[in-house]
């Protein structure tokens, strides 16, 4: 049971990465901190039981990654992916922050392993977690609980009261009970709303009914919705957001990693009339995979189809869900309830227009088609062997990006662009500063390690001094 | 859990690990899954038994129950281990001691011990029996030296045969070649792993066992319980030199190297199967296989026995409890040997056979598959 007797130095309000790097940071400042977990103990840890690695700068190698990755480098790949819709001085902010956050990890008891198979391209930016990040979130829980942050599951923050700007309590609902707990200052970690469907509806319309929630269901944004309507200035877009395109079997929740179909560069994607729409070979597919979800998103019905022929099979990661078969396009088609002459109409002209026999799945090869639109600028191979293949695809929501506008000291913008004394923000509710558009790997828990501890901080600091 | 339904599981399972992957720094049974792209039953029985049951992928594991992919991935490994020991048992009637091991262990062990004490009861005068006896011989007078060697020589030796028949068989349908045993690199590797008990490191701070915390406990104590086992192997084989070779009677003084090496190697079996055994009674149920908890239990328990009541034997070999003593003893050794093929102790051999198959394979070439690694 929650202790509503006692006010609390700092409230963390979210049970994720953010949250328990801002209950750690915050206890570890002497501060007294009660952590609310909407999640029940073997669900806990939100969209951070699903992530894998951290995005950091390194100034050299080191035992878990191959080599340097400067301030510069890292500025460089978050503006092209976001296209200019950041907070450059935030972001850059973040990214020398998040120097020692390797070491701060190792410190609360997080593991890391060496870059072993598959990650080449990320053996150099990203340090992957030991066992996964529920390995993390269960390393985090153990510290956090050793130093004494009070920790309660099955407790959802409904509200917040705040007055001018200034929080003074939050009403917390757990297993049916309601109560109304004090805080000296609070962090508000508790994700986006991407669980919740009826607010994608209003950004998206009926399509988001055939979105799949790659994470957590409890991410329902009510304290985001709760800040939003109490004047916090929101950042980013209601239909931005991490997406990727995943199985269509997929469950409709926290269906996480396994549910990625990474065949697209060596296939065709189709619609339901069973046209191509992008160039599924544009570039290396760890460069691409997060633009899949939006684009099977705007497909009629939103859902694609990734077509491989025999030749393919094996030059990509298993998948969790077996892909439909059969010896002639037409019967694939039959599978996968497409018009079989519009299917092998499609087939018949990309085949035609295929050229180069230079097949490289390593590198950017030349294989391209001619004369087709959209064109496959790379690995495309004419399907002509079978047995066929296919892949329904959805897209796959990771997590939102509109969220509360945040400072250099995570403290949560008022309407008025006055940050609040004792409201702060980390992880997925922020990330909308940072990420307006776009996805590069492992940069959620950069943001949610960084302002977390940042969060974490700036609210013990505040409880300590200035709580009058 | 019927055999096809167990297999037909694990490679439910083994799917979802493979698409998943974050273990992979935990152990072998990970680098060894992302070479496959399929799953026959034999390749699932190798996986199994390369699985040490550290446990730490259940607790890392994002599809853990209460998920709905419900993946438990010790739990259904243990299970197939325990069923391959059942599958390579022989002779093949005998395959059922592993049915409900736990009771046929504990039979056997009453049995035989009982069957011993009742025996020398009757054979022996009491007199004899309850007196004290010292010097070169002391035991012999109690039992003759024949009529202790000649049942478990015996009994030894078949358990041998039985063990040798199904490691052989296990390593022929794992696919290792008589060749690569041959193969030094490959055994150097298997060996090191075994004798370090690598796997049970979980990549640096221990298993998950008996729960959630990391722990290097149930490493160091099987470690007691292994290098124990081995000492008393090592303390039974000098004996056995010193009675035939050189005409040395037991019992021996407490300086010479059989009563020394059976002394250390009996208290690392007492420390640790007794701290196993303590770490069992706290495991986490959830990933714990009910099925194979009485056999674990079982021969733990045999082996603690075995080497309390040698301890025993030793402390008190001077004193008139010495013929009791020494009956309990033989007939508890008696049952283990005769228990050996049946039990547990199957693990060690099929282990090993896994960590061969291992050593070869890892040397094979990582993947070149990116991922989109995705979060």
Redesign the interface.
């Known amino acids: 049971m929650i202790d509503t007797s006692h006010i609390y130095d700092v409230l963390i309000i979210g049970g994720g990465n953010a949250a328990l790097c801002a209950a750690i940071t915050a206890r570890r400042e002497g501060a007294t901190v009660l952590l609310l977990e909407h999640a029940p103990r073997?669900?806990r840890g939100g969209?951070s039981?699903?992530?894998?690695?951290l995005r950091y700068t390194h100034k050299q190698a080191n035992d878990f990654l191959t080599g340097p990755y400067l301030e510069e480098e890292f500025w460089q790949d978050l503006s092209r992916v976001t296209a200019g819709k950041t907070d450059e001085a935030l972001a850059r902010y973040m990214i020398r922050e998040s120097e020692d956050m390797l070491d701060w990890a190792l410190n609360n008891g997080v593991?890391f392993?060496?870059p072993?198979?598959?990650?080449?391209?990320?053996a150099r930016t990203?340090a992957?977690?030991?066992?996964?990040?529920?390995?993390l979130m269960?390393a985090y829980y153990?510290t956090a609980e050793q130093l004494g942050v009070e920790i309660e599951y099955h407790a959802q923050a409904t509200d917040l009261r705040i007055q001018d700007a200034r929080f003074t309590s939050a009403m917390v609902t757990q297993r049916g009970d309601a109560c109304e707990v004090r805080a000296n200052a609070v962090v508000v970690a508790s994700g986006g709303f991407e669980s919740n469907v009826s607010w994608l509806k209003q950004a998206w319309g009926d399509p988001a009914e055939n979105f799949l929630i790659r994470g957590t269901s409890y991410n329902q944004g009510r304290m985001l919705r709760v800040l939003l309507d109490q004047g916090a200035k929101p950042v980013s877009e209601p239909d931005q957001c991490h997406a990727?395109a995943i199985d269509a079997r997929a469950?409709r929740f926290?269906g996480?990693?396994?549910t990625?179909v990474?065949c697209v560069p060596f296939s065709i994607v189709v619609n339901k009339a069973a046209q191509r729409f992008y160039d599924e070979g544009e570039d290396?597919?760890?460069k691409r995979?997060a633009i899949w979800g939006r684009l099977v998103a705007q497909q009629p019905d939103q859902i694609a189809y990734a077509l491989i022929d025999a030749k393919s099979q094996?030059?990509?990661?298993?998948?969790?869900f077996s892909p439909l078969q059969a010896d002639s396009l037409r019967e694939l088609a039959e599978k996968l309830k497409l018009d079989p002459d519009a299917l092998e109409n499609t087939v018949a002209a990309f085949n035609r227009s295929v050229k180069s026999d230079n097949f490289d799945p390593?590198v950017l090869d030349e294989c391209a088609t001619e004369d087709l639109d959209p064109p496959k600028t790379h690995w495309a191979r004419a399907l002509d062997t079978p047995p066929f293949y296919g892949y329904p695809l959805r897209p796959g929501i990771?997590f939102t990006y509109l969220g509360v506008a945040v400072n250099a000291h995570a403290q949560v913008l008022m309407g008025n662009d006055e940050p609040s004394p004792n409201i702060y923000a980390a992880g997925e509710i922020m990330a909308g500063n940072i990420l307006g558009q776009g996805y590069i790997?492992?940069i959620?828990?950069t943001i949610g390690s960084v302002f977390g501890r940042l969060a974490g901080q700036e609210a013990a600091h505040h409880a300590q001094n200035g709580a009058a | 859990m019927p055999k096809t339904a167990l297999l037909k599981e694990s490679e439910r399972i083994m799917r979802i690990c493979n698409a998943c992957r974050y273990c992979e720094g935990y152990c072998g049974v990970f680098p060894a899954m992302m070479q496959r792209k399929s799953f026959p039953d034999v390749d699932l029985v190798y996986l199994a038994n390369l699985c040490h049951g550290c446990r730490a992928c259940h607790y890392a594991c994002q599809y853990a129950p209460p998920h709905e992919f419900d993946v438990n991935l010790p739990q259904t490994l243990a299970a197939l281990r325990t069923q391959s020991y059942r599958d390579y048992a022989w002779p093949k009637p005998l395959a059922r001691a592993f049915d409900r091991n736990g009771l046929v262990v504990a039979l056997i062990s009453v049995l035989v011990t009982t069957l011993v004490m009742l025996l020398t009861y009757v054979v022996q005068d009491a007199g004899v029996l309850f007196a004290t006896h010292s010097g070169a011989g002391a035991f012999y007078q109690i039992m003759p030296h024949r009529v202790m060697v000649i049942p478990s020589a015996g009994i030894f030796l078949f358990a041998l045969l039985a063990l040798t028949i199904g490691f052989t068989r296990f390593l022929r349908d794992t696919g290792v070649r008589v060749h690569q045993l041959l193969n030094p690199r490959t055994m150097w590797r298997a060996a090191t792993d075994a004798a370090q008990l690598k796997f049970l490191t979980g990549g640096g701070d221990g298993c998950n066992y008996p729960n959630e915390r990391f722990s290097h406990l149930p490493r160091w104590y099987h470690h007691g319980m292994m290098y124990g086992f081995l000492l008393c192997v090592a303390a039974t084989s000098v004996a056995t030199f010193y009675h035939y070779g050189l005409g040395w009677e037991a019992p021996y003084p407490f300086a010479s190297w059989p009563v020394v090496l059976g002394t250390v190697g009996g208290i690392g079996i007492l420390v640790g199967t007794g701290g196993l055994l303590w770490l069992k009674m706290q495991s986490d149920p959830e990933p714990r296989d009910r099925q194979s908890t009485g056999m674990d239990v079982a021969f733990l328990a045999l082996l603690l026995l075995t080497s309390l009541t040698g301890l025993l034997l030793l402390v008190a070999r001077e004193t008139p409890a010495m013929g009791v003593l020494l009956a309990i003893h033989f007939g508890v050794v008696l049952a283990l040997f005769l228990a050996l093929p049946y039990s547990k102790f199957v693990h060690a051999g099929y282990r090993f056979a896994a960590l061969i198959k291992y050593a070869r394979e890892r040397r094979a070439v990582p993947g070149k598959i990116e991922l989109s690694s995705d979060y």
């Open positions: 073997t669900l969209n039981r699903h992530t894998r690695n593991r392993q060496p072993l198979s598959g990650t080449l391209s990320l990203n992957f977690f030991l066992g996964g990040g529920k390995a269960n153990a990727v469950p926290d996480g990693i396994v990625r990474d290396i597919w760890p995979y094996g030059l990509f990661m298993p998948t969790v390593s990771t790997a492992g959620g828990m």
